[in-house]
């Protein structure tokens, strides 16, 4: 029950939000729409067929990396807004209002993940069955988990939003540039490919496209291992940090 | 020594130690069960830590203290749930509606549902702000949100309910409400109230026992009228000079304001 009314919260707010969900859809839009029809013809000639079908997943990964980091270092905002001394306050774990926080963060990337993979699809995107789209939803939602989680670990590490722009410049955008949603993770140089398999965001690409456009770099069985992990560690971790916060 | 029974908050050689900065040194003091209890002090002098202190937001570094005859250490939850707090900076969540505000609050207290909807109303209609439930709170000025945060202090029924300073920025209108209020709720329901301010005629008026805290220390505790006695003063005012001294102190940098400003922009 407050677990739930954590999460409802964060839902709410979302909700309410109009100007910031249509803010956090205009980039990955931009990104889809020039990229997918600039390079189309270049990638089709290649030989490797149609760009957006390949790039949509990657574009569905890009709204969830930055929506889920994003709401987990809100936590921020609510240390410097008071909100979070009225839930330390409370009688409450505090690990369980980490959890709390963190399902409501990943829920709300999943939606917006959704929305991206919906527009996508209006735009050209056609995804090989049904079931694959159905089936992606749960697999946003544990990638979404695991970047809100990441979040929470850097909010907890950070004063103010000062540090924020570091963050996205050399960690998260470094993570969406470098994890193959824009481009094939087959044959890359070498560097270039032990970094992608670094990425956490590679594997959740990867099964993105698994199961949208059939088509795997890693193999879905791995790319599900892989993520579970790396949320499990990053939930584990993130709620370390978060104990440690000082009002 | 002995805990006595009727003391609701016991504090004992309480230090508190940021590194090598000691912001609360080595004070003792108590609260009885019932009381209206001002802690005053000049800025930076320690009382925020103190209350931080009671409240398990923060432990302490050395010293024993007992709220409601549980540790806050050792026991949080059991602490948490008997006391009602209002910060010094609002702590409400200005894109939830009051009413929300409200709820979140008794279902994290465990306030039975039909308990919690009862009360909302009864402590809403009493600070005046039922007829704006479903506002969203940013959308409120200072002193309503200041009323919200007290009813919300007040919805799990707790016996102690903490106040830093309460009173800051509101007008002697809102001011005189919340402070009928209080002793009411006081005298009937035998809450313990424990409060800052730097209002002096406030904590003459209102409080039956006055402790003063100063670089971490406490200087002096007491009735009002003892505190003038023992000053030779005539006002509380003049005692609280005359304990503290005149030399204006530096307040905490805060960097709330850069956040407002950055929240905006990210916001768009």
Redesign the interface.
Same mark, same amino acid.
């Given at each position: /029950? =407050?677990i739930y009314?954590l999460w409802l %919260?964060q839902i =709410?707010?979302y909700l %309410?939000?109009k100007? %910031?969900i249509l $803010?956090s859809l205009a980039q990955p839009l931009l990104f889809l729409l020039a990229m997918g029809y600039g390079f189309g013809s270049v990638y089709q000639k290649a030989g490797e067929g149609n760009y957006i079908n390949f790039l949509a997943p990657g574009i569905i990964g890009m709204s969830i990396i930055f929506t889920s980091v994003f709401t987990g270092i809100e936590i921020?905002?609510d240390r !410097? #807004? $008071? #909100?979070l =001394?009225? *839930? /330390?306050?409370?009688? *409450?774990?505090r690990l369980n209002i980490m959890i709390g926080r963190t399902i409501g963060g990943a829920t709300v990337a999943t939606m917006q993940g959704i929305i991206v993979l919906i527009l996508a699809m209006i735009f050209g995107f056609h995804p090989v069955s049904f079931t694959g789209v159905i089936l992606v939803i749960p697999v946003m939602f544990l990638v979404a988990l695991l970047f809100t989680a990441l979040g929470t670990m850097i909010a907890s590490l950070l004063?103010?939003? !000062?540090g #924020?722009q570091l963050i996205m410049n050399f960690l998260i955008m470094p993570l969406f540039f470098l994890s193959g949603a824009l481009f094939p993770l087959d044959g890359l140089p070498k560097t270039l490919s032990i970094i992608a398999r670094l990425d956490p965001l590679s594997y959740g690409v990867d099964a993105f496209r698994s199961l949208l456009i059939h088509s795997s770099h890693y193999g879905l069985g791995l790319d599900l291992i892989i993520l579970s992990i790396i949320t499990a560690v990053f939930l584990g971790l993130g709620g370390y940090f978060f104990k440690k916060i !000082?009002? | 020594m002995a805990l006595e029974m009727n003391n609701i908050i016991e504090v004992k050689n309480l230090t508190k130690k940021f590194g090598e900065f000691t912001a609360v040194d080595d004070i003792s003091f108590s609260v009885n069960e019932g009381e209206i209890f001002a802690f005053l002090g000049p800025n930076g002098a320690g009382k925020s830590t103190t209350i931080k202190i009671l409240t398990t937001l923060l432990a302490p570094t050395v010293g024993k203290v007992l709220v409601n005859g549980k540790d806050p250490v050792a026991d949080p939850d059991l602490v948490r749930r008997s006391f009602g707090i209002v910060f010094q900076d609002t702590s409400l969540d200005d894109e939830l509606t009051a009413w929300e505000n409200m709820e979140f609050h008794g279902v994290l207290y465990d306030v039975p549902k039909k308990i919690r909807r009862e009360r909302i109303e009864s402590l809403m209609k009493f600070v005046e702000l039922w007829d704006r439930k479903d506002s969203l709170v940013k959308e409120f000025s200072g002193g309503m949100k200041r009323r919200l945060e007290i009813a919300r202090g007040l919805l799990h029924h707790p016996k102690i309910i903490f106040l830093d300073e309460p009173t800051l920025g509101l007008d002697p209108q809102t001011r005189n409400h919340m402070w009928e209020y209080l002793k009411d709720l006081n005298k009937k329901e035998g809450t313990t109230v424990f409060f800052t301010t730097h209002y002096m005629e406030e904590a003459d008026r209102i409080a039956g026992k006055i402790a003063i805290i100063d670089h971490g220390k406490i200087i002096a505790s007491g009735t009002s009228s003892e505190l003038k006695e023992k000053t030779n003063t005539t006002s509380l005012e003049d005692a609280f000079l005359s304990l503290t001294g005149n030399v204006i102190r530096e307040d905490q940098a805060s960097s709330v304001d850069n956040m407002r400003a950055s929240r905006r922009m990210w916001r768009k």
């Open positions: /029950m =407050k009314i %919260r =709410k707010r %309410r939000s100007s %910031r $803010g921020i905002w !410097q #807004f $008071g #909100f =001394k009225e *839930m /330390m306050v409370a009688p *409450m774990s004063d103010d939003m !000062q #924020f !000082q009002i | -």
